[in-house]
């Protein structure tokens, strides 16, 4: 399901792009004239946004909800990449380099979107030096989180990549560390390259052992 053009809005307004990290330092003069080559979009959950192998023609924003980045074999086996959250971006690798889609980019709830065209975006980026900088910080913490990922699955078992991945998805909420984004067992195995089966024995023994507790679906850390 790819999202749907009728789905499309006006653009968005000075106080959403403040909102963004990609656009910190960004002054309001070069944000106006990127809203108004910005269009809105909603996507519904499981709703493929961009597809590998695809023709690169946008970047997006999201605003609110969460995707999935993706790539999978030809049996269908697939392996997630890493989930975006809202103020986080995605296809700018095509854009930048002019190479075809690298993933498959999936709603993994309702998506709401900001869209910037390839040609306005690159204006944008030649406009503006501090947008250059946050996406090449954004880059770098997504090559920092890569190289992680390789020392975990290389040299980690399941339980210490399981643990590992509810740490760097967590975030301290009075005090409790909680993670943020909706996980399903079967995405965390997609995610470590683990069996949803060996997931579900992991984390059935974390909680056995008092180290996570699951609250109302959401898992919580506990401290020591
Ligand atoms: P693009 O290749 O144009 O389309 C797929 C997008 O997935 C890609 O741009 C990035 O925005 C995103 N993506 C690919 N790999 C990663 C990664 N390791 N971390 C975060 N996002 C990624």
Redesign the pocket.
Known sequence: MMIEQGAMKAGPGLAMLHSIPMFAGVPDAQLEAIARVTQHRKAPRHAAI?RAGDH?DSLYVIVSGSAK?LNSDADGREVI??L?GPGE???????IDGSP???D?VANEPCELLVIGKADFKRCLADNFDLCLNIMKSLVQ?LR??DRKIESLALMDVYGRVAKLLLEYSQLENGVRVVRRKLTKQDMAKMIGASREMVSRVMKDLEGSGYIRVEDGRILLNDD
């Open positions: 961009v690169t980045v990449i890493t975006l971006f995605f296809g700018e690798m095509g854009l889609r690298s993933a980019v997504r989180e890569a």
